[in-house]
């Protein structure tokens, strides 16, 4: 029987001692000074735990601290004085980061990083009346949990605590995690779950007002909203109510945005919504070019919804009708190229608007009987009918990786977990409207996705823009794809089909089925921070970086997957992060061994047509859409935005959005001459222009 049971942490509390977590420290340290380590941290872990046992007992229970002192000891009396130091260094900063958790008032028992834990006490962790926070990053977990577990008991008895723990090892472990209104909202008197949303918007004053107030409502919960402004009539033509003249949908559009800016979410999210226009509307052009000034449509991304007509028409070079939905009749001929190139214009120079390949995505719509889908939620990532809204989660692919290789057990086994939360989700979910409960119900959508591919493929050391992740990419979303469906139908046997299916075009695919659709890439900002991985599917935005945290106050940050490998191959240094910190990039770095530099290839390095082909390879295997930026460097081209646009429709991608590094004032990473890359609190490693809300 070992003569040490537990360890007493510093909160007080104590734990199971674990001699493992000896070797590992030192074993971190050693490696961090010679590059490798052969048997020394096995070595002197075994003499640190006999020294330990020396001193306490079963019943005297040594603290954290002691252990850490002797461990010192132990590597200076081996002649390891440089691997102490370096233990040393490692023991204060983690001690300033422990203060800096504390300064935000935050106990984090789940030894999450700095910014993770800046971004739950901002966000996510409960507060009582006056502010302070009363919960920790576990408790949290455990709340949410507990309240999607709650669902089972509608199915099935004594099964609920035994799913709240798997929900909870899941999210504690970082191995998934539910869209942001789930971690805010659930066993709060708000109690909405949801992520997204797409309201209709009629054309009469009457209605554009009541979308207003519906949007607004769901802006309080923490949910974004989408828009099809293209019923409503153009600017200039007759209102027979009034014997006036119609303003057009911009004008409401602003109205829509002002709303937004007021509610700002409930304080804890800015507002975001998604505003669509028809290629063929009277008013394109003005919608086209709408944000040209940065202080207009502040809150919205913008997407020219285009048909495969048009994309033909801009091939052959041919015009098309304008047609004024308020009766039908063809206004203008226009010509699809000379569109087209102003739509390429304006995406250049601000980044908006995107396109939506409409029917790309009517072609894929699982509830063809229920009509056409017109919209989407703000980063074009869900396709939704109107009042319909849906529960996205992501998987973190990092942990589904180990030693060159992925779980695919592992990921499996998360897959089916992840389908049954979301599921669970929509039966405790408060909706913030009836026709939104009563649409939701119907087709019982969800949205699986992925976050910390970019991580994922440094781990088994592929690069990005290479034909061998682009095989990748699709293997592994068609694995989550199948074995998503597979839970659902699974789930279905239990719980019935979602009351939709006779109409939808699983009822000759399968028995049944609970999900019209289960799988969305999502962009996964705020997630991504609290997982410490790049969001969605996004490449690096920069290896090392300075992150603007508080007050003014700056850390810096190296990637984790690049810190390791700089470690082990024994080339990292402070001043080589803050060296690359200027750039954030590693190429011509003549400190990093040339495969390194392949292999940490960041955003803007990655040619245009990677990107795509990268959204492309993703979208194959995923049921609704894939929300991914089109990242193009500051010398980018016109005709670069072009060949991205086009190669996005011929790889059946559901829709498209480029940003052009500087072409916003206001944009979450900044590259100074001189000076080191400077990114906001909401930075999550990767860059997703969307990520802005």
């Known amino acids: 029987m070992p003569k040490i049971l537990k360890v007493r942490k510093r909160d007080g509390t104590l734990e199971v001692f674990q001699p493992e ?50 461990v010192e000891e132990r590597l200076i009396k081996n002649k390891l004085a440089d691997v102490a130091k370096a233990f040393i260094l490692y023991r204060k900063e983690h001690k300033d980061i422990r203060d800096f958790k504390t300064f935000l008032g935050v106990r984090d028992e789940l030894k999450l990083s700095p910014n993770a ?147 700002k979410q409930g304080g804890k999210r800015r507002g975001a919504n998604m505003g669509i226009l028809n290629f063929n509307h009277p008013d394109i052009l003005e919608f086209i070019v709408a944000k040209s000034k940065e202080d207009i449509l502040s809150n919205f991304n913008i997407s020219v919804a285009v048909s495969d007509g048009f994309m033909d028409a801009v091939s052959k070079n041919k015009e098309y ?103 669970n989700v929509i039966d405790v979910n408060r909706f913030p409207l009836e026709e939104i409960e009563n649409q939701t119900k119907a087709s019982r959508k969800i949205g699986l996705g992925v976050m910390g591919w970019a991580e994922a493929l440094i781990r088994l050391g592929i690069r990005y823009d290479s034909i061998k992740a682009l095989r990748l990419a699709e293997r592994v979303m068609k694995f989550v794809n199948d074995e998503a469906r597979k839970a659902s139908n699974k789930l279905a046997l239990i719980r019935g089909s979602f009351p939709d299916f006779d109409k939808s075009i699983w009822k000759s695919k399968v028995k049944a089925t609970r999900n019209a659709t289960v799988t969305t890439i999502a962009p996964t900002g705020s997630i991504s921070i609290i997982a410490g991985v790049t969001s969605g599917i996004e490449p690096l935005f920069a290896v090392s970086f300075v992150r603007n945290v508080l007050a003014g106050a700056h850390l810096l940050e190296v990637n984790p997957e690049f810190e390791t490998i700089a470690k082990t191959k024994g080339f990292y240094s402070k001043r080589l992060m803050m060296k690359i910190a200027k750039t954030g990039s590693l190429k011509g770095v003549k400190e990093v061994p040339k495969k390194v530099q392949d292999l940490f290839r960041t955003a803007l390095e990655i040619s245009p047509e990677w990107h795509v082909k990268m959204q492309a390879a ?76």
């Open 21 to 70: 977590k000896i070797e590992a420290a030192i074993e971190k340290a050693v490696i961090a000074v010679k590059g490798k380590n052969g048997k020394t941290a096995q070595r002197i872990s075994k003499e640190v735990v006999k020294e330990l046992e020396a001193h306490f007992s079963q019943n005297i229970f040594p603290k954290v601290e002691d252990i850490q002192d002797i």
């Open 117 to 263: 834990v800046r971004v739950l006490a901002k966000r996510y962790l409960l507060k009582d009346d006056e502010g302070h926070i009363v919960e920790t990053p576990g408790r949290l977990f455990r709340r949410v949990a507990r309240v999607v577990a709650k669902a089972d008991a509608l199915y099935s008895k004594g099964s609920v605590k035994k799913t709240e723990e798997e929900f909870y090892e899941m999210m504690s472990k970082l191995e998934f995690l539910p869209n942001s209104p789930a971690l805010m909202n659930a066993g709060t008197s708000l109690g909405q779950l949801s992520a997204c949303f797409v309201l209709p918007v009629e054309d009469s004053l009457v209605g554009i007002f009541d979308s207003v107030k519906r949007m607004a409502l769901i802006h309080q919960s923490g949910g974004g909203t989408g828009f099809n402004f293209s019923h409503i009539r153009p600017k200039g033509d007759i209102v027979k109510s009034t014997k006036g003249v119609a303003s057009g949908p911009l004008s409401f559009m602003r109205v829509f945005d002002v709303a937004t800016d007021v509610i």
């Open 321 to 423: 009708w304008l047609v004024n939905p308020r009766n039908n009749e063809k206004t203008t001929k226009v010509n699809a190229k000379e569109v087209f190139d102003l739509i390429v214009s304006s995406a250049w120079k601000t980044g908006d608007p995107g396109l939506v390949f409409i029917d790309e995505i009517n072609r894929k719509n699982p509830l063809k009987g229920l009509g056409l889908i017109e919209a989407t939620n703000p980063c074009g990532e869900q396709p939704l009918f109107n009042f319909e809204s849906c529960n996205l989660g992501s998987i973190n692919l990092v942990k589904m990786v180990k030693n060159n290789s992925i779980l695919w057990d592992k990921l499996r086994q998360t897959v089916h977990k992840a389908v049954h939360f979301l599921d």
């Open 618 to 693: 993703f979208q194959k295997y995923t049921d609704n859409a894939v929300s991914k930026t089109i990242n193009l460097p500051e010398n980018a081209s016109l005709k670069d935005v072009s060949k991205a646009f086009l190669l996005a429709h011929k790889l059946k991608c559901k829709g498209i959005t480029v940003y052009r590094y500087g072409s916003k004032k206001q944009q979450v990473l900044t590259v100074g001459e001189h000076e080191p890359v400077v990114v906001g609190g909401e930075f999550a490693g990767g860059h997703c222009k969307e990520c802005v809300f």
